[in-house]
C-alpha cells in the first residue's frame, strides 16, 4: 500500500526559504501514470494546489506561487522536496504532499488520490 | 484559472437526512473533470468521487456525484455519523488546478 510522509521543519523565520521532503513507500516515484504535487491548507483556510511534478522532469506550478517555488525528484531516495522562498506570515499552513493521476498522451494533471498527513509549517521570527 | 465555488459554505443536518452540496465553476469543466474530497478535522483530504461521478476504491454507496459542465453536485444519501465533515470539490484534466472553498456539513 502506498504511503508518503512529509518531514521538514515545524517553524521557519520570514523571507526564509522553507525546504519540506515527501518520502515515498510501497510503490514506485518513477511511475509514469502519476504526478507528485504539493498542497498547502492555511489554519481553518481551503485547500492550496502548489505544484507538481512528473518524473520525466516536467514541473508544474501554481502561477500565484510561481516565482518561490522549486518542486524536484529525488527518484534514488523515493523521495521528492519542495523549496519556497521568501516566507511571510501568510505562508503558515499544513503542507500535504501527495499522488496524482497523470495522463500521458496529453501531458495533464488528473486528481489527487493518496495524501500524506500533512505537517503544520509556521512562519514565525 | 478555473474558479470553484462551492454553496452554501455551511449545511446543518440531523444523522439520516439527506445532504446536497454544490460546485460551480467559473467555466467549463472539460470532460468532467472534477473530483471530491472529504476531510475531517486533522486528517488528510480523502478522494471520494472523480469524474465527477465514479466512486473512488472504499467510497461507500451513499456518496453520489453527478454534473457537468459548470454545475456539479454531491449527494450523500443518508447521513451517517463519520459523514460530518467538510467536503471540497477539485477541478483537473488542465496543467492548472483547483479546489472549490469547501462545505461544511455539521451536525443539525
Known amino acids: 500500500q502506498l504511503q508518503l510522509q512529509e518531514s521538514g521543519p515545524g517553524v521557519v523565520k520570514p523571507s526564509e526559504t522553507l525546504s519540506l521532503t515527501c518520502t515515498v513507500s510501497g510503490g514506485s516515484i518513477s511511475s509514469r501514470s502519476y504526478h507528485w504535487g504539493w498542497i498547502r491548507q492555511p489554519p481553518g483556510k481551503g485547500l492550496e494546489w502548489i505544484g507538481s511534478?512528473?518524473?520525466?522532469?516536467?514541473?508544474y506550478y501554481n502561477p500565484s506561487l510561481k516565482s518561490r517555488v522549486t518542486i524536484s525528484l529525488d527518484t534514488s531516495k523515493s523521495q521528492f522536496s519542495l523549496g519556497l522562498s521568501s516566507l511571510t506570515a501568510a505562508d503558515t499552513a499544513v503542507y500535504y504532499c501527495a499522488r496524482g493521476e497523470y495522463q500521458i498522451l496529453s501531458s495533464l494533471l488528473y486528481y489527487m488520490d493518496v495524501w500524506g498527513k500533512g505537517t503544520m509549517v509556521t512562519v514565525s521570527s | 484559472e478555473i474558479v470553484l465555488t462551492q454553496s452554501p459554505g455551511t449545511l446543518s443536518l440531523s444523522p439520516g437526512a439527506r445532504a446536497t452540496l454544490s460546485c460551480r465553476a467559473s467555466q467549463s469543466v472539460s470532460s468532467s473533470h472534477l473530483a471530491w474530497y472529504q476531510q475531517k478535522p486533522g486528517q488528510a483530504p480523502r478522494l471520494l468521487i472523480y469524474g465527477a461521478s465514479s466512486r473512488a476504491i472504499g467510497t461507500p454507496d451513499r456518496f453520489s456525484g453527478s454534473g457537468s459542465g459548470t454545475d456539479f453536485t454531491l449527494t450523500i444519501g443518508r447521513l451517517e455519523p463519520g459523514d460530518f465533515a467538510v467536503y471540497y470539490c477539485h477541478q483537473y484534466g488542465s496543467s492548472l488546478i483547483t479546489f472549490g472553498g469547501g462545505t461544511k456539513v455539521e451536525i443539525k
Open positions: 511534478f512528473y518524473y520525466s522532469g516536467s514541473s
